[in-house]
């Protein structure tokens, strides 16, 4: 019982801190609308989610799907960056806490950004800085798991 209570306090603090930072590190702006009979993104104009995260997988379409680490997601944004995508939200996580995270999920869509190259270089720099020696927290896996889809879901929807 007690295991229990304390994933839930940590779930709740966790989304607290991140929900209260989303506004700021999303800055989503093309259209999207949901389909209430398939409960799939409806989406137009390109728009890709590059993830490691199966919760995002099974949720969406138009993911790209990464086997590997939150680092190997941004590699691949940063290669979709110098193809030709840009960045819808931003590569990384809102709290330090998040930095642990297994997965990440990245909206991009079609269009050339000199800004998404410079965002991705330096949020891969920061993140291979800030996690330094340490490594993912894949005790609580699940839980990353969920925020990170709940994260992606309030970021499209803003």
Not at 10 to 37: A, D, M, P
Not at 138 to 149: I, K, P, Q, S, V
Request: with cysteine; net charge negative; glycine share 4%.
């Amino acid at each position: 019982m007690q295991y229990f209570l304390v994933r839930i306090s940590f779930c709740v603090s966790i989304l607290t801190i991140t929900l209260i930072s989303v506004s700021v590190l999303t800055f989503f702006y093309q259209e999207i609308w949901f389909n209430n009979s398939t409960r799939r993104m409806v989406m137009e104009n390109d728009i890709v989610i590059v993830t490691n995260n199966s919760y995002v997988i099974n949720e969406y379409d138009n993911t790209i799907n990464i086997e590997g680490e939150y680092l190997d997601v941004l590699y691949k944004v940063r290669d979709l960056t110098h193809l030709g995508y840009s960045l819808v939200t931003h590569p990384l996580a809102a709290s330090i806490r998040m930095f642990y995270s297994p997965v990440r999920s990245v909206v991009m869509k079609k269009g050339f950004s000199e800004r998404s190259i410079e965002i991705i270089e330096n949020s891969i720099e920061k993140y291979i800085n800030t996690m330094g020696v340490r490594k993912p927290d894949y005790r609580n896996g699940e839980d990353y798991c969920t925020l990170d889809a709940v994260l992606l879901k309030e970021g499209i929807e803003n």
